[in-house]
């Protein structure tokens, strides 16, 4: 993976495209307003960083991230997804999103309404349950004692995988926390949402949702 889509350039969104420069990734990002909004946030980026639709960094990215308002979900392209792995930072907040009928009724969880909304794509859900001030500040070298954990889900193993690694490259541990329907552990409302800890923290935290 050399190249990471961003559909969505806020505070997490802006906060991972970052990290990401920051450790020798290119990076497109994308927001509702167009890619001429996001003309300071590439000039900081620099030269590893270009702006373009929803669809273009989709399909220019090796791995997305979503990282939008819940009620954007139904606008992220699904034809440029199709076979990639798309990471799922995104959280319910009815106040800001509207009920969601499905997840009131503890029906499905967050990130299994984006990976129905992209079938052919391989969702992880992960940075959902990290403020992003914390996300810009605390990673630190692989090894570090005290180490700050994230969690992941997904369907697909070797996808969880593969998120892992960039999380740990970027200064985070992790903790697996199996298929999305488990998603709900580190989600709002939940032990492990906003916990800073390290892995046996982490690991706690989600036995106790
Ligand atoms: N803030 C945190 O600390 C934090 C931590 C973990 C997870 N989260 C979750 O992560 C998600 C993003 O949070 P955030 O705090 O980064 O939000 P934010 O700062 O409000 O940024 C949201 C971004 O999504 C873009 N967007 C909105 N509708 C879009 C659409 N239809 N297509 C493409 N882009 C669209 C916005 O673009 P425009 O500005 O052009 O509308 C903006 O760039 C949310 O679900 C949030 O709950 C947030």
């Known amino acids: 993976m050399t190249t990471i889509g961003f559909i969505g350039a806020g505070k997490i969104g802006g906060t991972l495209a970052r990290l990401a420069v920051e450790h020798g990734y290119d990076v ?3 927001n509702s307003r167009g890619p001429e909004t996001l ?31 819940m009620g954007a979900i139904p606008s992220v392209p699904v034809a440029e997804l199709a076979g990639k792995l798309v990471i799922d930072t995104n959280n319910y907040y009815p106040q800001r999103d509207g009920q969601i009928a ?3 009724a503890g029906e499905t969880t967050v990130s299994q309404l984006l990976q129905d909304h992209l079938p052919e ?38 996808a969880r995988k593969a998120v892992a690694s960039f999380i740990d490259e970027i200064g985070f541990d992790v903790v697996d926390a199996g298929p999305l329907a ?28």
């Open 121 to 158: 794509s391989s969702v992880v859900k992960a940075f959902n349950h990290i403020m992003y001030l914390n996300l810009g500040s605390k990673g630190v070298p692989a090894g570090t004692p005290g180490r700050y954990a994230l969690a992941v889900a997904g369907d697909d193993p070797d």
């Open 28 to 30: 497109v990002v994308s």
């Open 102 to 104: 499905a997840l009131d």
């Open 39 to 69: 003309t300071d946030l590439v000039h900081e980026l620099g030269d590893r960083a270009r702006a373009g639709t929803s669809q273009e960094a989709a399909a220019g990215g090796d791995l997305v991230v979503v990282t939008v308002p």
């Open 182 to 209: 488990e998603g709900y552990r580190f989600e709002k409302d939940h032990p492990a949402y906003g916990l800073e800890t390290d892995v046996a923290g982490l690991t706690a935290a989600l036995a106790e949702a």
